[in-house]
């Protein structure tokens, strides 16, 4: 007696931490069959394929059960379950293989258009303990439609919650669906997965970067403004009308509520070039009707950085970073060159303003004939 009273005194002691010992086992069974009930998506764009592998609860699938329910014993005693989960792999594949041919389609897929997938085999492990599941896996693979740069998929409804992951990137998306719930636009090159400090320095780089990818339109943009005047506050003046434009019509162009292709893009890059430079013979102030055409400008180099955008694949939790990050980045990049070319003409011509307005003349008639080449290049017979 003397013994239990003892024993009774030490666990009143530890009874908090035992308690909690306790807890844990209780819920370490129903969270093991959540996880074990749960589907798993996993995709990755190879080329011009998209590979979707599920590994799920087949025989669970077959029976129009839960899978989860079925982890935590939820079957309802379903007797072509129980049949099912006692076939062997090569007897159930056929089963799986003509059941997904028709349940595929409630999984759909959108990638700048619809994506169609087949079925392309399954793993399924042998019987084993017949009352638990086996998790089998089922291969997909689907062509996408050409410029396909995101993917949204459609977990079907009645089956459960699925992982959705994506494999084979940087960076790469993880997600839980719902029965019938979308997934958000996930970039098919990575990204998705990125933090907002991480999207930011990514795309602030490939904005820096781009000034320099192409033939020299925004490089001819930015001295157009630097050869208006050659003084500092009609550059300062100019360049915050430019970035206006690019801010505003970004979320425009990301929204798809505006937009054109390359071509076009460049197309009026080049003409603005053109403009510009053209109006830099006949004027030299900045005033309101030439702020109006630099934001206009603006507006058009934004709507085509933002299809940039879209091609590269924008993180779809952090959108207001990577395009803050990337317009600011081609923007810098485009003051860099301007800051540049004014401080050359500032330090060497200090005290010659009529030779600094010739340089601007001249300078001027370059980049309104480059400008006006580019704008015929796309139709010049060569």
Excluded at 27 to 42: H, I, K
Excluded at 86 to 98: M, W
Excluded at 196 to 217: I, K, L, Y
Excluded at 255 to 270: I, T
Aim: with cysteine; aromatic share 6%; charged share 15%.
């Amino acid at each position: 007696m003397g013994f239990i009273i003892r024993l009774l005194a030490v666990l009143r002691h530890h009874l908090p931490p035992i308690s909690c010992v306790c807890v844990l086992l209780v819920l370490a069974g129903p969270l093991a069959a959540q996880g074990v009930g749960r589907s798993v998506v996993e995709f990755q764009a190879k080329g011009e394929q998209l590979l979707v592998e599920i590994t799920l609860n087949a025989e669970a699938l077959l029976a129009g059960l839960d899978p989860q329910d079925v982890a935590q014993g939820g079957d309802g005693g379903s007797t072509h379950y129980a049949r099912l989960r006692r076939l062997p792999s090569s007897e159930l594949e056929p089963l799986l293989h003509a059941h997904v041919a028709e349940w595929k389609s409630a999984m759909k897929i959108d990638a700048n258009g619809p994506v169609d997938l087949s079925y392309e085999g399954a793993r399924i492990p042998v019987v084993g303990n017949s009352s638990m599941p086996r998790l089998s896996r089922v291969l997909l693979v689907g062509t996408l439609p050409s410029g396909a740069t995101e993917l949204r998929l459609t977990w079907p409804a009645g089956f459960g919650s699925v992982v959705l992951r994506q494999t084979g990137v940087d960076a790469p998306y993880t997600g839980l669906l719902a029965g019938g719930e979308t997934s958000p636009a996930i970039p098919l090159r990575g990204g998705a997965g990125m933090g907002p400090r991480e999207a930011a320095e990514t795309f602030f780089r490939q904005g820096v970067a781009r000034v320099w990818q192409d033939e020299g339109q925004l490089l001819a943009l930015a001295l157009a403004l630097v050869f208006l005047t050659l003084w500092v506050r009609p550059v300062l003046t100019q360049f915050t009308a430019l970035a206006l434009g690019v801010l505003l019509a970004q979320p425009l162009g990301l929204s798809r509520l505006l937009g054109f292709g390359d071509q076009a893009y460049w197309l009026a890059v080049a003409g603005a070039v053109v403009i510009l430079a053209t109006w830099n013979l006949i004027g030299s102030r900045a005033g309101a009707l030439r702020l109006g055409a630099v934001f206009l400008t603006g507006a058009v180099l934004g709507l085509g950085l933002s299809h940039e955008l879209i091609r590269l694949g924008v993180p779809p939790l952090h959108v207001v970073p990577a395009l803050l990050a990337y317009s600011g980045g081609v923007l810098l990049a485009m003051a860099s060159v301007a800051g540049l070319a004014l401080a050359i003409m500032t330090v060497l011509l200090p005290d010659a303003p009529r030779l600094r307005g010739r340089i601007s003349t001249v300078a001027s008639l370059m980049l309104a004939g480059l400008g006006l080449y580019w704008v015929v290049l796309p139709v010049l017979p060569l």
